[in-house]
């Protein structure tokens, strides 16, 4: 892969060796990925469903900001 970028290398590496902490919630009865941001916000990862209405709902898009006290249980999970 070639990387073309006017950024400095130092840049655009910058966080890459950072592991990311995920954790599994349940939210609506829908079990989804996502990564704390703050200790009330996280943003949506991943949709862990096997009904494919969960991956249409926007609410569960990837990328969402959900506040973590919606969610009715979670547990810990590293990627």
Do not use: C, W
Not at 4 to 16: A, F, H, R, S
């Amino acid at each position: 892969m070639i990387l073309y970028t006017v950024l400095p290398i130092e840049t655009v590496l910058e966080g890459l060796e950072q592991e990311r902490q995920f954790v599994d919630i349940q939210l609506e009865g829908v079990t989804l990925t996502v990564e704390p941001v703050s200790l009330e916000e996280a943003v949506i990862v991943r949709v862990i469903s096997t009904d494919p209405s969960h991956y249409l709902n926007p609410h569960f898009s990837p990328g969402r900001k959900i506040r973590l006290f919606q969610a009715s249980s979670f547990t810990t999970a590293m990627l």
